[in-house]
């Protein structure tokens, strides 16, 4: 079993920036790949980006240049640093960890509004 606990939502102005934290713990060794989603009002939930074990990262095109993700391997925490924020992007962030044998675990979500 893995837990995953987000944090760093919030309200901010378009342009702004906020930090996400995602704090894996339980079966951490298990993880092969972390993730951010979202899912907005009326959406379905989207990838936003990924980091493997390995560093790989993986972003959707609408948040390329603006978004970044990253791993603190001794504190079990994966960012998603959100920079440029846009009304578009405003969604509640859910953390994701990809097992090796291919089982999700999801946090329970964060939310960031964007206003404009």
């Known amino acids: 079993q893995v837990q995953l606990v987000e944090s760093g939502g919030g309200l901010v102005q378009a342009g702004g920036s906020l930090r996400l934290s995602c704090v894996a713990s339980g079966g951490i060794f298990s993880i092969n790949r972390m993730g951010w989603y979202r899912q907005a009002p009326g959406k379905q939930r989207e990838l936003v980006a990924t980091?493997?074990?390995?560093?790989?990262?993986n972003y959707v095109d609408s948040v390329k240049g603006r978004f970044t993700i990253s791993r603190d391997n001794a504190k079990n925490t994966v960012y998603l640093q959100m920079n440029s924020l846009k009304p578009e992007d405003t969604a509640v962030y859910y953390c994701?960890?990809?097992?090796?044998?291919?089982?999700?675990?999801w946090g329970k979500g964060t939310l960031v509004t964007v206003s404009s």
């Open positions: 980091i493997t074990r390995g560093g790989s990262t």
């Open positions: 994701n960890a990809h097992t090796f044998s291919s089982k999700d675990y």
